[in-house]
């Protein structure tokens, strides 16, 4: 079956396309990757302080989870690393804080990136091109491999941080789908499912909804929701859906029951640290909470509309609108050009009870043979 | 296996038969004893709008083939969509290449060929890019 012959493989097919061209590409991933192991290397080797430690050093936050989105105007992304010191340490916070900034800036000098010192992490700025966020974590305790204490230099003190922990949560929901509807539909054509093994319909639905936050606080982002607050949310509202279309469906679907509710605010509290609230400031600036709502509510009404199913032409400009006019059109020319293929070698029919075009497999479609459009071309 | 059968011209029963037979849901009639018209609907895809036509062929002409519901729009810079002649029919063809001729069915060629014209008309309002091909006259 082709994508364009079934209503939710049609529409899915938009949607992943689109996710995959905001997405990390990988000529910058494979950048990143060189740069992250050149960084652990050199914190594996400095005499002065870290090598005779134990540990281990990942990436956490989208690349993680692989639900990263290009900035919106801008073009960098941020990659997320912790330095997980495995055995507790005599050292107070500020010590290994201090420890990791000399060790970086001696790295940054030799490398010539800018370097600067967060609350909680130091930044390397890969100029243009992204930055590198290293935060610096001490495990807690021998149970959880996963938690780590890391120095807020704010508060002068350790918070409890579980980003590994984090991203196997997240993964755990992703992973709820055994199959999802895009990859039976290319298993039907015997095509290769490889390209769709790491962006289940969770990890599409996270990246269209942050895309689309992008876009919607363009023009004032002070009350902006921050990816840590969608991602939860779409994360702990997912039910297993097998599409990107259902998923965001439900995601919104959901959010707009727990916001009408007479009583009090939805509450996003991170899944591996019941304690935190990631929506702590909504309470105290009601405005972040009120932009939210209407961000949310503004995504419901859009979705109702993809849902009435007017026509490609109205979808269209509802996906445009959502998603940018550069990514929908990108989609739907990859999308076609599948189609062409399809044409070219002889393998693409036209169903004769409704006209739709399908792949040569049915019997009950005529096959499109060779033709060549004609005509006058008027500009 | 060679086959010593002669490709010969269809006649217009033929053709109607074809196309009463294949795609019973259209209306399928004979306009004189040499030319027919067909009026139906077709959906290029499953997410598509359905696109009313009537198509009218004779023996001497080529079939002529044109969409009346919904209108074919023009594009926001008011351009005309691409392959259609000025009568509005669809240039489904290269006369000279001999993709259609009197031999071929109706059914296995004008039919499929208007879905996907019709298919790529949609993509050409999305993309603002005509991705189906084709030439045009000099």
């Known amino acids: ?379 | 296996m060679k086959s010593n059968f002669r490709v010969r011209d269809r006649t217009i029963a033929e053709q109607v038969s074809s196309m009463r037979c294949k795609y019973p849901h259209f209306t399928t009639d004979f306009t004189s004893h040499s030319s027919m018209k067909v009026t139906g609907v077709l959906q290029p895809s499953s997410r598509s709008d359905a696109y009313e036509f009537v198509l009218k062929y004779n023996l001497t002409d080529p079939p002529k083939i044109k969409i009346v519901s919904p209108e074919l729009k023009k594009n926001e810079k008011g351009e005309e969509a691409e392959h259609l002649y000025p009568n509005g029919y669809l240039c489904l063809y290269q006369p000279k290449y001999r993709e259609f001729t009197r031999t071929n069915l109706l059914t296995d060629t004008i039919i499929p060929w208007t879905s996907l014209w019709l298919y790529h008309y949609e993509v050409w309002h999305l993309t603002d890019e005509w991705l189906g091909g084709g030439e045009h006259p000099k």
């Open chain 1, 1 to 379: 079956m082709i994508s364009i012959e079934n209503k939710a493989t049609q529409i899915d097919d938009l949607l992943d396309k689109m996710a995959e061209a905001v997405q990390l590409d990988d000529t910058r991933y494979d950048r990143m990757k060189t740069s992250y192991e050149s960084v652990k290397d050199w914190i594996e080797n400095d005499e002065i302080f870290f090598k005779p430690y134990n540990y281990d050093v990942y990436p956490h936050g989208s690349v993680r989870i692989l639900t990263t989105v290009k900035p919106f105007g801008k073009d960098e992304f941020d990659l997320d690393i912790a330095i997980h010191l495995k055995s507790n340490t005599p050292h107070t916070p500020q010590r290994i804080y201090a420890e990791l900034k000399r060790c970086m800036e001696a790295y940054a000098k030799k490398h010539s990136l800018k370097i600067e010192a967060k609350n909680r992490c130091i930044r390397l700025d890969y100029a243009g091109d992204f930055h590198m966020d290293i935060l610096p974590g001490i495990q807690e305790n021998v149970f959880d491999q996963n938690k780590i204490k890391v120095p807020d230099r704010e508060l002068g003190d350790w918070v409890s941080s579980n980003p590994r922990g984090y991203g196997n949560w997240f993964m755990g929901k992703a992973n709820l789908v055994k199959e999802s509807l895009l990859e039976k539909s290319l298993r039907a054509e015997k095509l290769p499912v490889d390209n769709f093994k790491h962006k289940k319909p969770l990890q599409r639905a996270v990246q269209l909804i942050k895309r689309y936050r992008d876009i919607y606080f363009q023009k004032d982002d002070t009350y902006k929701t921050s990816s840590i607050i969608l991602t939860t949310i779409a994360g702990q509202f997912y039910q297993g859906e097998e599409s990107i279309f259902d998923t965001v469906d439900n995601i919104i679907t959901t959010i707009r029951t727990k916001v009408n509710q007479p009583i009090g605010r939805l509450k996003v509290l991170n899944p591996v640290n019941a304690e935190e609230d990631f929506t702590d400031k909504w309470d105290n600036e009601p405005e972040y909470y009120e932009a939210f709502k209407k961000f949310a509510s503004h995504l419901y009404n859009e979705w109702q509309k993809l849902k009435m199913q007017h026509g490609v032409l109205n979808e269209g400009i509802t996906l445009k609108g959502l998603f940018g006019d550069d990514i929908f059109t990108k989609a739907q020319r990859s999308q076609t050009m599948l189609i062409e293929e399809l044409r070219k070698s002889k393998s693409l029919a036209a169903a004769r009870n409704t006209g739709i075009l399908s792949s040569v497999s049915s019997v009950s479609a005529a096959a499109v043979k060779s033709n060549t459009f004609f005509g006058r071309h008027e500009k």
